[in-house]
């Protein structure tokens, strides 16, 4: 039986999600509970982090995962000029890059920001493109490996034992986190990044270990010896991707998409891949949970919309099909549209979808 939260508009498909007895989801508890956070005591803290860290010599101090979003840039921007930090940004390369999308990056290195960008392997970034939509659902996964583990590898690299991400997902979103943590253990992401299925898995499929490196986190000795921690600037500070995005357009030159983003009725959110739509669609063959449901559901939690309103964008938006980039989609897998199609169908969850029809919807 779907539930749905009686605060937010996120249902108990979503995993790892928790519901109290008054049928709040853990997002909504989370949310409630850092309205009530001391955030001078928590300022301190990263006050005394950066202290510790801070080089002072020009070189690189912290590793600063960005995409050119609003997000990353706002991390970067305040670990800079507030905090005095020297940030490394490093960010992995779009599977198909937006023009918008690479504007927004190019902008941020124009405002002074130091970048570096791992592009992996054409060939073997495609092969893995296709096997992650067809076996996991999600042609998405391949970026969200070089997303998570392009930074350990940099950390390591050059050293820098401080990584700087910007929410904590797992505990803002409604994951397996349910109280505020400065840090995440390294330990974690196979199981709450990469769906239990780290780069190797693929060795299952016919890509060899050669192939995935760039995939790959560096050994974990590697990881240990240089002491990397990875913490959340959302612990520290508010966090508040509304706000985020005032002050990268005032900042770091970031401008949103002139038009509504397929899916959702916002315009400055995850705008640089052609397979975003695609990766936001499956959720919503997979759970029923669209990109307008995350979208709404965040900015209730954030006070902007009231969940009368946010429904109602559910009811219009939720569930759109991304046609705008579907065809490159199709053509950067080799796909035709009935292998897609059919791909797509095979990920109907049987507890969401009556057939082709929405079981239940929020209301
Ligand atoms: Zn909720």
């Not at 659902?137 to 820098?160: C, E, H, K, S």
């Not at 006070?303 to 980039?325: N, Q, W």
């Not at 065809?327 to 049987?350: C, F, K, N, V």
């Amino acid at each position: 039986m779907i539930k749905f939260c009686t605060r937010c508009v996120i249902s108990s498909m979503r995993p790892r999600i928790a519901f109290d007895a008054d049928g709040v989801c853990s997002a909504c508890r989370f949310a409630e509970a850092k309205a009530a956070t001391d955030w001078t005591a928590r300022e301190a803290e990263l006050k005394r982090l950066c202290d510790w860290h801070r080089s002072n010599n020009g070189s690189f101090d912290v590793v600063v995962p960005v995409s050119g979003g609003k997000d990353g840039g706002f991390v970067a921007h305040q670990l800079r000029t507030v905090y005095g930090m020297t940030p490394l940004c490093v960010t992995w390369a779009p599977l198909l890059p937006t023009d918008i999308g690479r504007q927004n990056l190019d902008a941020f290195v124009a405002h002074g920001f130091d970048v570096i960008q791992g592009r992996p392997n054409g060939e073997t970034t495609r092969a893995l493109t296709k096997l992650a939509f067809e076996h996991m659902g999600d042609p998405f996964l391949p970026f969200i490996y070089g997303q998570t583990n392009f930074p350990l590898q940099m950390a390591v690299r050059y050293q820098i034992p401080l990584i700087m991400y910007g929410e904590d997902g797992e505990a803002e979103y409604g994951g397996a986190v349910k109280e505020p943590r400065a840090q995440r253990k390294i330990e974690d992401h196979d199981e709450q990044y990469f769906s239990g299925k780290p780069p190797s898995f693929w060795t299952e499929h016919g890509l060899d270990l050669r192939q995935l490196k760039p995939f790959q986190a560096p050994p974990y000795r590697e990881i240990k010896a240089n002491g990397t921690q990875i913490h959340f600037f959302g612990y520290y500070k508010p966090w508040d991707p509304q706000e985020n995005f005032y002050h990268c357009a005032e900042h770091t030159g970031f401008s949103p998409n002139p038009e509504r983003t397929e899916g959702t009725y916002s315009k400055y959110a995850s705008l640089d891949d052609r397979l975003d739509g695609l990766h936001y669609y499956l959720a919503y063959i997979k759970f029923g949970i669209g990109r307008c449901t995350s979208d709404s559901a965040h900015e209730i939690r954030d006070g902007k919309i009231t969940r009368e309103e946010g429904v109602a964008l559910v009811h219009k938006f939720d569930g759109e099909f991304p046609v705008k980039h579907y065809q490159d989609a199709l053509d950067y897998m080799g796909l035709s549209h009935t292998e897609a199609a059919r791909i797509i169908d095979s990920w109907r969850s049987p507890e969401v979808w009556d057939g082709f029809r929405l079981r239940a919807r929020v209301e």
